[in-house]
């Protein structure tokens, strides 16, 4: 017999989608059947499956320990250990600042994302135990580019990461992000378009009018300091979509510094020879929260912000553009 408590980590899920977690091997009938036939208990009684599981709650699985192997087995968990630069840290969720160069999510290449550093954090400061991962994954909420920098949120416990997706998906959290454009602007602007994505290129393009498959897409900016040839612009995503600041700056003639895919050559070139910079200086630098209740309370109506890197610090320090009012950031 394998006896199990339900965590706060695993509270707030149907009892099915626990135990296919439980018993990742297992086909569903399986433990349908082990319910009906009480091998499978919850609280010491019959279940059918579809409870809400509370913390404190007690499971009990009557099967031999040949079968359980069989239906638990687990692959390894990846994870990876680093220096993460924490923002905001509670038994919910975690904001943390993520360099330019790290992956957001795992991809196709293997290389080590955000996620696998933040099991890695998890496991390493006791948060998250080993036992855990047989029926959570804590996993970030929002995706930067590879080469954005700022901030990333996380759920560390199940209902943390339910509350913080439901909030991104519904867009209630304002995104604002720093970036040096081309082009010397002067007044504040909303402009809209169409985003269509090329997959198999991974790369998408915008349009004013609308067109087969493009999505609509919303960005404010304001400029915040500008020198002859460039502005550092604060930018609110009204929609998220793949590359969206990047290619409609740069769709209206303003492309990011540094931006191989969607900049200006010549204006790269320069930051390039000027300062070494290899990537688009975009930085994710605030997550404004709204009113909330909940498990996030804590965060209603708080906004948090991500320090710039050093490299983008010492562009704008040798271009100019940290001399002006910063009125505008608020």
Do not use: W
Request: aromatic fraction near 8%.
């Amino acid at each position: 017999m394998k006896e199990f408590q339900i965590t706060e980590n695993e509270a707030g899920q149907r009892f099915d989608k626990y135990l296919a977690k439980l018993l990742r091997n297992a086909p569903k009938s399986f433990f349908y059947k082990m319910l009906r036939k009480k091998n499978i208990t919850l609280n010491g009684r019959k279940a059918t499956g579809n409870e809400k599981l509370n913390t404190g709650d007690q499971i009990r699985l009557f099967l031999s320990d040949e079968t359980f192997s069989k239906f638990s087995q687990q692959e390894q968990t990846a994870r990876a250990v680093t220096d993460l630069d924490i923002i905001y840290e509670d038994t919910d969720i975690l904001l943390i600042n993520k360099p330019a160069g790290m992956l957001s999510q795992p991809d196709d290449t293997k290389e080590p994302s955000m996620v696998e550093y933040l099991i890695g954090y998890l496991l390493q400061n006791g948060s998250l135990t080993e036992e855990n991962l047989r029926t959570f994954h804590p996993s970030v909420c929002n995706r930067l580019d590879k080469n954005t920098s700022g901030v990333i949120a996380a759920g560390k416990s199940l209902a943390g990461l339910q509350e913080l997706s439901t909030l991104f998906h519904d867009r209630t959290v304002h995104k604002d992000y720093l970036c040096i454009v081309k082009g010397k602007l002067t007044r504040s602007r909303h402009i809209r378009g169409y985003l269509h994505k090329d997959a198999n290129l991974n790369k998408v393009s915008v349009s004013p009018t609308k067109e087969k498959d493009a999505q609509p897409i919303e960005t404010q900016y304001t400029p915040i300091c500008n020198n002859e040839h460039a502005t550092l612009l604060k930018v609110r995503l009204i929609t998220g979509r793949t590359h969206q600041i990047r290619a409609h700056l740069a769709s209206e003639g303003h492309p990011l510094a540094g931006d191989a895919k969607y900049g200006s050559q010549e204006f790269n070139r320069y930051f390039r020879d000027h300062y070494g910079l290899k990537h688009q200086l975009l930085h994710a630098y605030r997550l404004t929260f709204p009113e909330l209740e909940g498990k996030l309370h804590n965060l209603s109506e708080k906004h948090f912000e991500a320090v710039l890197p050093v490299q983008f610090q010492h562009i704008l320090k040798e271009e100019h553009l940290e001399e002006c009012s910063y009125e505008n950031l608020e």
